[in-house]
């Protein structure tokens, strides 16, 4: 495994669940680390309980706002210098998903948050990267980016097959100059977006599906391996969950 240390990363979505989790072990193992989301409290809960050997630092933004994301990489890019390590982990859904029902804001919405939202953060890290032929990039998508469901709806499958056909497409195109993707794709976590399912979801089913700290493990796999190792797909599912 390769030496995190000194090495830096941002994190999009890391006020909480998957996104909050892979900031903490990206921070025990050395990073420098910037999070990223819409909520202050959120970021700041995260930062005020950080116990790696670096700080976490944290400033609000919407990802689907292209000049705030701007903004935000710039103030990263002059916290920590140039950015190594980008998880795009930012993700919403709606509780009305059948095509039949969904308001079409709301799958404007999804869109603009779980893909462009990608794309724009993707966008701000590319250029440094380029230029000095190195760095990851960490997709979060979802079993629902594979497989679409009537679980994750219309909008929410169609942003993860397009997260996860962006983040193909960016490293086929960049393979030779040594920028390495990967699309991860979890099953069902428990996450503050189980809280936005048609029909609750107990106590008992949360104990037993992934928790964020399994998703985050995977991710510190992938960022630790060698330059010259890369994982372009990862799938990670509860073990009692069926992927057929």
């Known amino acids: 495994m390769s030496d995190l240390t000194g090495r830096t990363a941002v994190v999009t979505g890391g006020g909480s669940g998957i996104g909050a989790a892979i900031a903490r072990g990206l921070a025990d193992a050395g990073c420098r680390v910037a999070i ?4 202050q409290e959120r ?11 670096v700080p976490i630092l944290a400033r609000p933004s919407d990802v689907a706002d292209r000049q705030g994301v701007h903004e935000f990489f710039e103030w990263a890019r002059e916290e920590l210098g140039q950015i190594d390590i980008l998880v795009n982990s930012a993700g919403i859904n709606t509780p009305v998903r059948a095509v039949a029902t969904l308001d079409p804001a709301d799958w404007d919405k999804l869109i603009a948050v779980n893909l462009t939202g990608a794309y724009n953060c993707i966008h701000e890290v590319l ?15 979802s079993v629902a980016g594979k497989r679409a469901g009537p679980i994750g709806g219309v909008a929410y499958n169609a942003s993860k097959f397009g997260m996860a056909a962006l983040g193909t497409t960016v490293a086929e195109e960049h393979r030779e100059l040594g920028i390495r993707v990967t699309n991860v794709y979890p099953g069902e976590v428990e996450t503050p977006i189980l809280d936005d399912r ?14 964020p700290e399994d998703v985050a493990d995977a991710v510190l796999m992938v960022v630790g391996l060698p330059a010259r190792a890369n994982v372009p797909e990862l799938i990670v599912i509860p073990t009692t969950q069926s992927y057929r």
């Open 198 to 211: 048609p029909v609750p979801v107990t106590a008992e089913h949360r104990a037993r599906i992934l928790q």
């Open 36 to 39: 990223t989301g819409r909520r």
């Open 127 to 141: 250029p440094g990267m380029r230029q000095r032929q190195d760095g990851i990039i960490i997709n979060i998508s």
């Open 43 to 53: 970021l700041d809960d995260v930062t005020d309980n950080c116990s790696g050997p």
